[in-house]
């Protein structure tokens, strides 16, 4: 678990751009467009989540985030 203690060592700010969302009773999809904002860099990207219902909580079954294709990161 090393890999999370400084996985950011700076500040970072997150707007989330669009967001589509499916639930049922045990699972749940989120996924969409969101903007990272690092240093004064903006880093557009693309995510989704799928969770799940364990009993009465939502966890977090998988996870994907990718800076969107054909994107320049000097913006």
């Known amino acids: 678990m090393n890999y999370f203690e400084n996985l950011f060592s700076s500040q970072v700010d997150v707007t989330v751009i669009t967001k589509h969302e499916y639930k049922s ?3 749940s999809t989120s996924s969409g467009l969101y903007d990272f ?3 004064g860099l903006i880093i557009k990207a693309r ?3 799928v969770f799940l219902k364990i009993e009465e909580d939502w966890k977090i079954l998988t ?3 990718s800076v969107l ?3 320049d990161k000097t913006q």
């Open 47 to 49: 995510f989704s989540f």
């Open 63 to 65: 996870h994907h985030s």
């Open 25 to 27: 009773d045990s699972i």
């Open 37 to 39: 904002e690092v240093n």
């Open 69 to 71: 294709p054909n994107e």
